[in-house]
T-cell receptor, first 111, second 113 residues
Framework: QKEVEQDPGPLSVPEGAIVSLNCTYS??????FMWYRQYSRKGPELLMY????GNKEDGRFTAQVDKSSKYISLFIRDSQPSDSATYLC???????????FGPGTSLSVIP | DVKVTQSSRYLVKRTGEKVFLECVQD?????MFWYRQDPGLGLRLIYF???????EKGDIPEGYSVSREKKERFSLILESASTNQTSMYLC????????????FGEGSWLTVV
């Protein structure tokens, strides 16, 4: 079992849809959780960062962490064609530990 | 904003050539990383550095070396490039004081022919 798993997709949704992207993980010691967005032929850019459990909202994006289920989610409301990208989750135990990345989910938002 | 700058976006090199990929960050981050990213394999860590002149092997260090002579600069060296090193290379930096969030450069696309 890989340490961090993501459905690779591709996920295709119509413009305006609510998108749910998910990661599961096996290490219960993870406390730092991140989501990155990566456009084609570009480096990943940090989208959301959360520490421990709970929700965090930033504009159309909401990150959720459920440590009891070892499951994190990224929700995108009112999705736009510009949201078409690969989304990677990432996590670490402490701020001194190696960051583990998921393989990424490819999202296409169709106009 | 954090800025991680990779000097070359696209390179084409011949098999056996020595290749240097340069990276500079402007946020005084103590940690710097080199990853490669290949379709279906995700991000793989090649080398990282926690301080000037310090380096640690990542998951796939074979065929690569690194240099960190200054805090802001981290170089990846391919001593003798091979075709299986054709890939996208990503430099990144982070700081413990910002919760270990990693900031990436734009990437360097290397083709070895």
């Amino acid at each position: 079992q890989k340490e961090v798993e993501q459905d690779p997709g591709p996920l295709s949704v119509p413009e305006g849809a609510i998108v749910s992207l998910n990661c599961t993980y096996s290490n219960s010691a993870f406390q730092y959780f991140m989501w990155y967005r990566q456009y084609s032929r570009k480096g990943p850019e940090l989208l959301m960062y959360t520490y421990s459990s709970g929700n965090k909202e930033d504009g159309r994006f909401t990150a959720q962490v459920d440590k009891s289920s070892k499951y994190i989610s990224l929700f995108i409301r009112d999705s736009q064609p510009s949201d078409s990208a690969t989304y990677l989750c990432a996590m670490s135990e402490t701020s001194y530990d190696k960051v583990i990345f998921g393989p990424g989910t490819s999202l296409s938002v169709i106009p | 904003d954090v800025k991680v700058t990779q000097s070359s976006r696209y390179l084409v090199k011949r098999t056996g050539e020595k290749v240097f990929l340069e990276c500079v960050q402007d946020m005084d981050h103590e940690n710097m990383f080199w990853y490669r990213q290949d379709p279906g394999l995700g991000l793989r860590l090649i080398y990282f550095s926690y301080d000037v002149k310090m380096k640690e092997k990542g998951d796939i260090p074979e065929g690569y070396s690194v240099s960190r002579e200054k805090k802001e600069r981290f170089s990846l060296i391919l001593e003798s490039a091979s075709t299986n090193q054709t890939s996208m290379y990503l430099c990144a930096s982070s700081s413990h004081s910002s919760g270990n969030t990693i900031y990436f450069g734009e990437g360097s696309w290397l083709t070895v022919v």
